[in-house]
């Protein structure tokens, strides 16, 4: 008989080494989910700044415009609007489905003060297929009050450009969620009733699929398919009558791509906003599945590497453990 074991010292060397090499190599761990990636703004405190402070004080006076950082591209961050306590503001450091979100907390006069504005980037190329995700946690759903969370132009269904939306029409159900584009002149658009409630975190994507010409939305890993029927969805509502768009045209806008406000700097959204990516392609309804997942266990898009170093080593570590003794004959 002869014993083998993986000594304490053994392991605490091997699960070192590990986390040094995944230390310098986190973007691969995700390589596949990340093909296409042009935008992705964790919100985390690592990735938000005001002239210099990482992350910004508190926002109690007008301090000035902050910015959220695109990891994918520095040229192409975000700006938080200039705060002030008194007519609605965006602050950072909220507690988040993934680590830190920032928040936005609306004022009602529609001044253009609670948003983050990227500037006329991020457009949907023709043919090329294109994913909006993020997590948002409303903090007010308001009978006849319609709240902007996401967009790239379409202030009203006939702008180009595409939308995320919500609205309460009726007391006695919860608020409806808006997926709206237009493509060249072509509306396309979903909904879902009673779905949004004040105080619960969402995972929402806004699909483009140039294969099928169709817009597919996904609520908590819930898809509509390119039906648009599927799992409580129901096509077109907020102007479009259908899901399906002119092969070729795209839902680009001149307008900027902007979160907590419409083009217009009205419809302020109340809540806050987590986790933020854009794909130049369209992503399967298995990927979804993996992101909203993911993010119930707090991973993000792009993982921190301190959560990668966890889960390989413990793989790892589960790998190379076994009994201490082997018996031979």
């Known amino acids: ?28 761990a995700s390589a596949g989910i990340l093909d296409g990636l042009a935008l992705y703004s964790s919100m985390d405190n690592s990735d938000v700044n005001r002239a210099g402070t990482n992350p910004p004080p508190a926002l109690t006076t007008n301090d000035g415009a902050w910015t959220v950082e695109n990891t994918q591209d520095p040229t192409r961050n975000g700006t938080a609007s200039e705060a002030s306590g008194t007519t609605g503001y965006v602050q950072s450091s909220a507690t988040g489905q993934i680590n830190e979100a920032t928040d936005f907390v609306r004022a009602g006069d529609n001044n253009g003060n609670t948003l983050v504005d990227y500037g006329d980037n991020f457009n949907h190329q023709a043919n090329q297929g294109y994913t909006v995700s993020f997590w948002f946690r409303p903090d007010l759903v308001t009978i006849n009050v319609l709240e902007m969370v996401v967009c790239k132009g379409n202030t009203g269904s006939a702008d180009a450009g595409w939308s995320v939306f919500f609205k309460k029409y009726d007391n006695g159900k919860e608020g409806t969620l808006f997926l709206r584009g237009n493509a060249e002149g072509d509306l396309a658009g979903l909904q879902r009733a009673d779905t949004i409630v004040s105080g619960n975190w969402y ?18 890993g819930l898809g509509s398919g390119t039906s648009g029927t599927g799992n409580g969805w129901a096509v077109g509502g907020g102007g479009p009558s259908d899901n399906t768009f002119t092969d070729g045209n795209t839902f680009a806008s001149s307008d900027p791509f902007r979160l907590g406000a419409s083009a217009s700097g009205n419809a302020e959204y109340d809540g806050m906003i987590d986790d933020l990516a854009i794909w130049n392609r369209a992503l399967s309804a298995d990927e979804i ?24 080593s413990l793989g790892l570590a589960g790998l190379f453990v076994r009994r201490r003794h082997v018996n031979y004959r």
């Open 1 to 28: 008989m002869r014993t083998y074991g993986l000594t304490l010292s053994r392991m605490t060397l091997l699960l070192g080494v590990v986390a040094g090499l995944l230390g310098s190599t986190v973007p691969a």
């Open 203 to 220: 995972h929402v994507a806004l699909v483009i699929d140039d294969t099928v010409d169709s817009v597919v939305g996904y609520v908590n």
């Open 289 to 312: 599945l993996t992101i909203y997942a993911d993010g119930l266990e707090g991973i993000g898009v792009v993982p921190e590497p301190s959560t990668l170093v966890l889960l390989f």
